[in-house]
Every structure is written in structure tokens, then in C-alpha cells.
């Protein structure tokens, strides 16, 4: 049971470049999250899944797609990056909607040059 | 105001001391409260929740919830150079969407040994 896995662990782009960020989980859980995280300014919902085939914006959704592929899998897509993507990228998935708890995967360092 | 508020620290702790850790929330509504604990490069680790007014513990760990002050706290007995992380504090309510969580910037935790 690995969790919530995250690939790459780290990726260095060149402003305008594109790549995909993939999460999955193996704990049958209905809800994905998508995070960034930047100092001083706490973790912040990029986008999220409350179930298969439905996606939300969260707080900071400009610049970014997302993929809920099927149940297990949910990709965070950076169509054009900037350097102010610069930031650690965490998924997270949650069983239940209404308490929520949430389990992260170990993160990907970006870096936007 | 901030929807969820901690004090950033520094917090140093002797060793063998209790820590506490303070979060407050702007959302009366709130119904689920949850901290996790972060280490330096890695991703946020869920360590306690709690859903109704009162204490609960689990191990050194206490969290203690006030839904009429709008107040949620983590105590860390027997402090350990270990618990030395971040600590953030997320609440799950209606105002900031049932499904999903608002983080605080955290509490930086230092225990001295």
C-alpha cells in the first residue's frame, strides 16, 4: 500500500515549456487534491476532484489544467510555465467529502527558469 | 482577518516540556479540524483531527476544540527534539467549501534539547 505517489520528484523548466505533474493513490479514496506550496504563504488548492469525472478550481487555478484520468489517477498540467510557478507541488486524496481527511503524497520540486 | 490564523513562530520548547500550538478560524460554521505536522522537505503528515468540542488524545498528543471562541489547539507532551516541524492547522466548513480544507501558514516548532 504506497499511499499517494507523485512523479517527478524534481523538474527544472525553461519559461514556456509544458510538462504534466502525475498523482495516484491506492486507498480507493473519491476525492484528489492538487496544492502548491510557497514560503510564508502556506499551502494553497490549485485544483481538486470531489469524484471521478468532476474537477473544481481552487484558490489559484491560473496557468494550470487538470486530468481526473479514473478513480486512482488525477494530473496537474502546466500548459506554459512561468517562473512564478516556481513552487513544491503536493496531491493529496481524501475518502470523505464531509470530514475530509487528507492524505498527501511526497511532493514535486519545481523549478521555472 | 485571516480564515485561518496561527502564530508563525519560532516556538522553542525544552525537551521533556509541553508545547502548544494555537489556530484560530473565521468560520463558525467549521465542522472538521485537522493538524499535520511537516518536516523540513517533506510533505504535511495528518497527526491528529477532531470534529467535536472538547479534548481528544492520542498518545502525547491533545487536541482541544472550542467552536464558541472559533479555537482549535495542539498540546505536545513530554516534547521531544523530534517534534521539532512545522505544524498546521486546516479546517473544513461550509463557507470555505465542505470539500475542502483551508490551511494556515503554520507554526514553526523548536525543541531544545
Known amino acids: 500500500n504506497a499511499g499517494v505517489t507523485q512523479t517527478p520528484k524534481f523538474q527544472v523548466l525553461k519559461t514556456g515549456q509544458s510538462m504534466t505533474l502525475q498523482c495516484a493513490q491506492d486507498?480507493?479514496?473519491?476525492?484528489m487534491y492538487w496544492y502548491r506550496q510557497d514560503p510564508g504563504m502556506g499551502l494553497r488548492l490549485i485544483y481538486y476532484?470531489?469524484?471521478?469525472?468532476?474537477?473544481d478550481k481552487g484558490e489559484v487555478p491560473n496557468g494550470y489544467n487538470v486530468s481526473r484520468l479514473n478513480k486512482r489517477e488525477f494530473s496537474l498540467r502546466l500548459e506554459s510555465a512561468a517562473p512564478s510557478q516556481t513552487s513544491v507541488y503536493f496531491c493529496?486524496?481524501?475518502?470523505?467529502?464531509?470530514?475530509?481527511?487528507?492524505?498527501f503524497g511526497p511532493g514535486t520540486r519545481l523549478t521555472v527558469l | 482577518q485571516k480564515e485561518v490564523e496561527q502564530n508563525s513562530g519560532p516556538l522553542s520548547v525544552p525537551e521533556g516540556a509541553i508545547a502548544s500550538l494555537n489556530c484560530t478560524y473565521s468560520d463558525r460554521g467549521s465542522q472538521s479540524f485537522f493538524w499535520y505536522r511537516q518536516y523540513s522537505g517533506k510533505s504535511p503528515e495528518l497527526i491528529m483531527f477532531?470534529?467535536?468540542?472538547g479534548d481528544k488524545e492520542d498518545g502525547r498528543f491533545t487536541a482541544q476544540l472550542n467552536k464558541a471562541s472559533q479555537y482549535v489547539s495542539l498540546l505536545i507532551r513530554d516534547s521531544q527534539p523530534s517534534d521539532s516541524a512545522t505544524y498546521l492547522c486546516a479546517v473544513n466548513g461550509p463557507n470555505f467549501g465542505n470539500e475542502k480544507l483551508t490551511f494556515g501558514t503554520g507554526t514553526r516548532l523548536t525543541i531544545i534539547p
Open positions: 477532531i470534529y467535536s468540542n
Open positions: 486507498m480507493n479514496h473519491n476525492s
Open positions: 493529496a486524496s481524501s475518502e470523505s467529502r464531509v470530514q475530509n481527511e487528507q492524505f
Open positions: 476532484s470531489a469524484s471521478e469525472g468532476t474537477t
